[in-house]
């Protein structure tokens, strides 16, 4: 079965800068789109940033546009989220996901990497 980890969180300035990345287990994984998501304490899941495979469009939420870069590497098997000009209120646990079965809702998710910006 195939699975996602995430590497790359840990503690930060604030306006500093961490770089995530998200490796699928297996390099012949397949899927529609992969993203980020965040879970911040006492608050619910919210959408990051994510990157449709069959037109390559990335997608921020508005919170992170100018300060958060997706890229992906040749393979589709490995996404980075490069974060500067960290705030406090980006301190969360962010989630690597990707949508296998279509185009509905992200259906595998990774345990997540913790972030933490301190002011």
């Known amino acids: 079965q195939v699975s996602l980890e995430e590497s790359g969180g840990g503690l930060v300035q604030a306006g500093g800068s961490l770089r995530l990345s998200c490796v699928a287990s297996?390099?012949?994984?397949?899927?529609?789109?992969m993203g980020w998501f965040r879970q911040a304490p006492g608050k619910e899941r919210e959408f990051v940033a994510d990157i449709k495979w069959s037109t390559l469009t990335t997608s921020y939420a508005d919170s992170v546009k100018g300060r958060f870069t997706m890229s992906r590497n040749n393979l589709k098997n490995t996404i980075v989220l490069q974060m500067n000009s960290l705030k406090p209120e980006d301190t969360a646990v962010y989630y690597c996901?990707?949508?296998?079965?279509?185009?509905?809702?992200?259906?595998?998710w990774g345990q997540g990497t913790q972030v933490t910006v301190s002011s």
């Open positions: 996901a990707a949508k296998v079965n279509g185009v509905g809702a992200y259906d595998l």
């Open positions: 297996e390099r012949t994984f397949s899927s529609y789109a």
